[in-house]
T-cell receptor
Framework: DAKTTQPPSMDCAEGRAANLPCNHS???????VYWYRQIHSQGPQYIIH???NNETNEMASLIITEDRKSSTLILPHATLRDTAVYYC????????????FGSGTRLQVQP | NAGVTQTPKFQVLKTGQSMTLQCAQD?????MSWYRQDPGMGLRLIHY???????DQGEVPNGYNVSRSTTEDFPLRLLSAAPSQTSVYFC?????????????FGPGTRLLVL
C-alpha cells in the first residue's frame, strides 16, 4: 500500500468548509484513496473513497488531483461534531491485508 | 439495525486472568475483524474472519484467540492477560469478504490489565 502524508493538526471555524489534504505521491494505478475519521473515544467511521474521479456523498467530497498524487477531503459546512482525527488510507481494493491507520490529521472545529 | 455492538464497554483484569470480548453484528456481513488501539497510535489488526468457520491472524495475534461459529458473532479471547494488552479494542465488519476496505466499527472495549 502506498504511504500517505497528512498534516498532524488543523483548525476550522464552525460553518466554514474544512479542507483536509493528503499526499500519496507513490500511489499506483489500482490503489484507491479511502478516508475514515475517529471521533474521540469512538470507533473509526468510514467517510468516502475514490479512484480517480471526484466523489461526493452525504458526508463529504473527495477531490483527487489528475496525477493522483494528492487528494483533499472537503467537509462543506463543518460543525463542532466534525472535530475528530481524519485518516487518509491508500490501498488496493480486495487487498489481502487489513486497513492501515496512520497518525491522521486532528481537525479541531472552533465555535 | 444495531450495527456492530461490543461488550463490555470497560473491563479491568488482573495479570493472568482470561476473558472474552464480545462482538456482534446484525448486518449479515461476512467479514469481521478485531483491532487494538494503544494511546496516541493507529489501529493494529489482531485477527480477522472472512466467514463463519474461517479465521486468520492479523498483525498482532499473540495472546489472543478467536472463533467464528456464526455470521453474527466474532468473540476475542484473551488467554492470560498481560499489562501489555491494556488497550482499546475495536471490532469491525464489512459487507464484502473480499473488498473489505469499507468497514463498520463498533464502539470499542476499554481494557485495563493490572
Amino acid at each position: 500500500d502506498a504511504k500517505t502524508t497528512q498534516p498532524p493538526s488543523m483548525d476550522c471555524a464552525e460553518g466554514r468548509a474544512a479542507n483536509l489534504p493528503c499526499n500519496h505521491s507513490t500511489i499506483s494505478g489500482n490503489e484507491y484513496v479511502y478516508w475514515y475519521r475517529q471521533i474521540h473515544s469512538q470507533g473509526p467511521q468510514y467517510i468516502i473513497h475514490g479512484l480517480k474521479n471526484n466523489e461526493t456523498n452525504e458526508m463529504a467530497s473527495l477531490i483527487i488531483t489528475e496525477d493522483r498524487k494528492s487528494s483533499t477531503l472537503i467537509l462543506p459546512h463543518a460543525t463542532l461534531r466534525d472535530t475528530a482525527v481524519y485518516y487518509c488510507i491508500v490501498r488496493v481494493v480486495r487487498g489481502r491485508r487489513a486497513l492501515t491507520f496512520g497518525s491522521g490529521t486532528r481537525l479541531q472545529v472552533q465555535p | 439495525n444495531a450495527g456492530v455492538t461490543q461488550t463490555p464497554k470497560f473491563q479491568v483484569l488482573k495479570t493472568g486472568q482470561s476473558m472474552t470480548l464480545q462482538c456482534a453484528q446484525d448486518m449479515n456481513h461476512e467479514y469481521m475483524s478485531w483491532y487494538r488501539q494503544d494511546p496516541g497510535m493507529g489501529l493494529r489488526l489482531i485477527h480477522y474472519s472472512v466467514g463463519a468457520g474461517i479465521t486468520d491472524q492479523g498483525e498482532v495475534p499473540n495472546g489472543y484467540n478467536v472463533s467464528r461459529s456464526t455470521t453474527e458473532d466474532f468473540p476475542l479471547r484473551l488467554l492470560s492477560a498481560a499489562p501489555s494488552q491494556t488497550s482499546v479494542y475495536f471490532c469491525a465488519s464489512s459487507p464484502d469478504r473480499v473488498a473489505k476496505e469499507t468497514q463498520y466499527f463498533g464502539p470499542g472495549t476499554r481494557l485495563l490489565v493490572l
